[in-house]
Each structure stands twice: as structure tokens, then as C-alpha cells.
């Protein structure tokens, strides 16, 4: 992989949901396949500047999203990357109450591996297809 950019954000909580949604079976399929990881059931949210969140969602790879149970689920922009050098991903739901914010999966509990809290500042690498 091909370092293309590395984005800096803060920290913050989400509303405590991205566990539910990383392991239903349908978008933990989707992380698998691109983002190469089973993922830990969870998000680490960062807030990131505008430009930084644009770049993800414009340079990201897109997968569409899924009707279930006559509920419909929002697609997810990806982008394979690394944090601390921990293989991860960085995504952006199209459904989202997150304003810039990038959500960041990985195989491990990044906040518990790396003593991270809310308000601490992160760097993330992020990779080319």
C-alpha cells in the first residue's frame, strides 16, 4: 500500500452504536472485504477538518448500502490505513449525525491499546487501493 495522506483529528464520542452496525453480518462483510480485517466491534470517532473529511469521502472507496428487515441501511465510503501501525480503516457513513467526523475500524480496540480518550489528538495514515 501507498501512503497518500495522513489526517489529524480529535477524539470524541459517538452516540455508542457503531458496535451494533460494525458487526451486523452485512457490514461486517463489507469491512472485511475492504478494509482486509475482522473488525473489533466498535468505532473510534475523530473529528477531522473539513478538507480532511472530504478527502475520504472523495477518494474513498464506495459500497453501497443494504435494505434489511424493510429497514434501509446507508452505504459506507472506505479507505484502507494505518493508526500507531495498527492496520485500520477509515469510514464515513452516508447515514451519519456526525458533522466531519471519519470513524475509524480496526482488528483491536484502539482506545484500550493505546490509552486513548476523548479530546486526545490521533494521526491517520491512509492508504491507496
Partial sequence: MVEIRRITG???SGKGEGAMYV?????????KK???FSPYPGTLNIAVGSEDY???VNNGKHVA?????????GGITIMRARM?????????P?????????????PVCLRER?????????EVVLYGR
Avoid: R
Avoid at 452516508?94 to 470513524?103: A, F, G, L, N, R
Fill in 10 to 12: 480529535i477524539v470524541t
Fill in 23 to 31: 458487526m451486523m453480518p452485512e457490514y461486517n462483510k463489507i469491512l
Fill in 34 to 36: 475492504h478494509a482486509g
Fill in 54 to 56: 472530504h478527502y475520504v
Fill in 65 to 73: 448500502g443494504f435494505v434489511k428487515g424493510g429497514v434501509e441501511y
Fill in 84 to 92: 500507531y501501525g495498527v492496520e485500520c480503516a477509515a469510514i464515513v
Fill in 94 to 106: 452516508e447515514k451519519t449525525v456526525h458533522k466531519d467526523c471519519v470513524e475509524i475500524v480496526a
Fill in 114 to 122: 493505546f490509552n486513548i480518550k476523548d479530546g486526545d489528538v490521533v
